[in-house]
T-cell receptor, first 109, second 115 residues
């Protein structure tokens, strides 16, 4: 079956670094997406990885290991506005997204 | 209009009633999607359309129907609402017609409560 696992909730301190992990198992693989979703709002695109390795985009980086079915999102220099849910999604062989339940990130001052 | 709009923003509906959720995009994207989001679960695909005139079933299509008469509009209809359809509904679109990895862009959502 298809499955995406990520932690339900994480807490971090303003200014610190946090890593949100995601493991995936899908029928075929056409890339791994990360989205950010603030409470009561729509998901917004953060990153896409299809090759192994780290992709850096400002304070956010995303890593993929295809052989391990594993990805992580790394957030540096945390700000209060980073408090949100982070959604991991794997694109399957039909180019459909299979979504994890999301990780709620709580930032404390 | 800029991006994707959804209407209504929220709705309380009696069970058994018919309801259409509206979705319009002005980005000329080929593909459109309807998802539902429930607490503790990931987004689940209800129906999708890779291009105007075509539609397909997602993971949870039962009780829902869609149409895609043109590029911009993708309404979702609940023929006879049931309480288990209480959820937040998101419409999304992506530029290509499926068959390639592509970023999906989401509308603001419709919060639907069925009593």
């Amino acid at each position: 079956g298809q499955n995406i696992d990520q932690p339900t909730e994480m807490t971090a301190t303003e200014g610190a670094i946090v890593q949100i992990n995601c493991t995936y198992q899908t029928s075929g693989f056409n890339g791994l997406f990360w989205y950010q979703q603030h409470a009561g709002e729509a998901p917004t695109f953060l990153s896409y990885n299809v090759l192994d390795g780290l992709e850096e985009k400002g304070r956010f980086s995303s890593f993929l290991s295809r052989s391990k079915g594993y990805s992580y999102l790394l957030l540096k220099e945390l700000q209060m506005k980073d408090s949100a849910s982070y959604l991991c999604a794997s694109m399957d062989s039909n180019y459909q997204l299979i979504w994890g339940a999301g990780t709620k990130l709580i930032i404390k001052p | 209009i800029a991006g994707i709009t959804q209407a209504p923003t929220s709705q309380i509906l009696a069970a058994g009633r018919r309801m259409t959720l509206r979705c319009t995009q002005d980005m000329r994207h080929n593909a459109m999607y309807w998802y539902r989001q429930d607490l503790g679960l990931g987004l689940r695909l209800i129906h999708y359309s890779n291009t105007a005139g075509t539609t397909g079933k997602g993971e949870v299509p039962d009780g829902y129907s869609v149409s895609r008469a043109n590029t911009d509009d993708f309404p979702l209809t609940l023929a006879s609402a049931v309480p288990s359809q209480t959820s937040v509904y998101f419409c999304a679109s992506s530029p290509t017609s499926g068959g390639s990895p592509d970023t999906q862009y989401f509308g603001p959502g419709t919060r639907l409560t069925v009593l």
